[in-house]
């Protein structure tokens, strides 16, 4: 049987209470995830205080048009991707690499913006491999 302390710790790490934050932000695990992000975007960044802080932040960023779409589409697919590595954690006990989701958010906001975007000229390989090209693409 699980011990309710347990329960209450972040599957990713162990080391504190599993809360939306923690386990979204400030996690060891999840920070990393989204410094891999970032420092592929060619963006720093100091970690803010608050889920609500860095939307802000990511959401104040300047992009041309385009660029921005592909920009908001990571912050979805990151937090969406921890979400999914926490579930697969608690109900599969399945273990994962930072670097295995980093690329599960970038084949993710590929397979999105091919979609939305009806973009056939870029392969979901391009968009994983070409960030710099595929952030000069108008769609």
Same mark, same amino acid.
């Given at each position: 049987?699980? /011990? %309710? #302390?347990? /329960? ?9 209470? %599993? =809360? ?7 996690? /060891?695990?999840?920070?990393?995830? !989204?410094?891999?992000?970032? #420092? !592929? $975007? ?10 609500? &802080?860095?939307?802000?932040? $990511?959401? #104040?960023?300047?992009? +041309?048009?385009? %660029? &921005? @779409?592909? !920009? &908001? +589409?990571?912050?979805?697919? *990151? ?15 399945? *273990?994962?690499?930072?670097? %295995?989701?980093? &690329?599960?958010? @970038? =084949?993710?906001?590929?397979? $999105?913006?091919?979609? @939305?975007?009806?973009? @056939? ?10 960030? #710099? +090209? ?6």
């Amino acid at each position: 049987m699980i /011990q %309710e #302390d347990q /329960q209450l710790s972040c599957p990713l790490c162990s080391m504190q209470l %599993e =809360t939306p934050s923690h386990l979204l932000l400030f996690c /060891q695990f999840s920070w990393s995830v !989204w410094s891999l992000i970032l #420092d !592929w $975007w060619h963006v720093v960044w100091v970690c803010p205080s608050s889920l609500a &802080e860095l939307a802000l932040w $990511w959401f #104040d960023n300047r992009f +041309g048009t385009s %660029e &921005e @779409k592909l !920009w &908001e +589409g990571y912050f979805y697919a *990151t937090l969406w991707s921890l979400w999914l590595v926490r579930n697969d954690y608690v109900f599969n006990n399945a *273990t994962t690499s930072i670097e %295995e989701v980093g &690329e599960l958010v @970038k =084949t993710r906001v590929a397979m $999105w913006m091919k979609s @939305k975007f009806e973009i @056939k000229f870029y392969s979901v390989e391009d968009f994983r491999l070409f960030l #710099d +090209g595929v952030r000069k693409l108008k769609f």
